[in-house]
């Protein structure tokens, strides 16, 4: 894309919170915004032209799907933990009850960057305080003990909800059925 530069990893967490940001209405993401810079908006542009128009409908509409479902399970009390997995830029610990802790499992530079800009924002008061544990885990190398260690430490006998959104697109067939047996 853009000269035929393709979209690194890490750099699609910043096309999907610009898809989410489209349309607030549907998504119900109204922190997506902050995510948005001149680049990102150039490759939304030409993958809305040249892919699919409708993408920035998919991702406003996935969000807002597991928004609620989240919230309706929270509102039952059926959880106390939302873990993550893909968290990207992703901004439920805003949207859901304050109560709730997070885990946001997703590539090292993406956790660093991601804790990084929300604690500026909520030093500038755009945010506020929320329970969240940034993990940064490479999916091609093992990972599996210490994760589970970092969850366990984390949610201990809470109940938790699991969430995968992005990461299963970037795992290969194997690492896929290693994420899933584990038993957290």
């Known amino acids: 894309m853009l000269g035929g530069n393709?979209?690194?990893?890490?750099?699609?967490?910043?096309?999907t919170s610009t898809f989410r940001a489209t349309?607030?209405?549907?998504?119900?993401?109204?922190?997506?915004?902050l995510w948005n810079n001149p680049k990102t908006e150039k490759w939304v542009e030409e993958y809305l032209t040249k892919v699919s128009s409708e993408e920035s409908f998919t991702h406003c509409?996935?969000?807002?799907?597991?928004l609620?479902?989240?919230?309706?399970?929270?509102?039952?009390n059926r959880i106390e933990v939302l873990i993550n997995f893909g968290a990207g830029f992703s901004m439920y610990p805003f949207l859901l009850d304050q109560n709730i802790t997070h885990i946001e499992i997703d590539?090292?530079?993406?956790?660093?960057?991601k804790k990084m800009k929300i604690e500026q924002w909520q030093k500038e008061a755009l945010l506020l305080k929320r329970n969240i544990h940034f993990v940064g885990v490479d999916f091609s190398k093992?990972?599996?003990?210490?994760?589970?260690?970092?969850i366990?430490?984390?949610?201990?006998?809470k109940k938790c909800f699991i969430l995968i959104e992005g990461v299963l697109f970037f795992l290969d067939r194997r690492k896929r059925?290693?994420?899933?047996?584990?038993?957290i």
């Open 6 to 15: 393709n979209i690194e990893i890490h750099e699609t967490a910043f096309v």
């Open 23 to 33: 349309d607030v209405k549907l998504s119900r993401d109204h922190f997506a915004y």
């Open 61 to 66: 509409l996935r969000n807002r799907y597991f």
């Open 68 to 76: 609620e479902k989240i919230n309706e399970h929270v509102s039952e």
């Open 107 to 113: 590539k090292p530079e993406i956790v660093e960057y």
């Open 142 to 150: 093992e990972y599996k003990e210490g994760l589970l260690a970092t």
């Open 152 to 157: 366990n430490s984390v949610k201990g006998k």
């Open 177 to 183: 059925m290693v994420c899933f047996n584990c038993s």
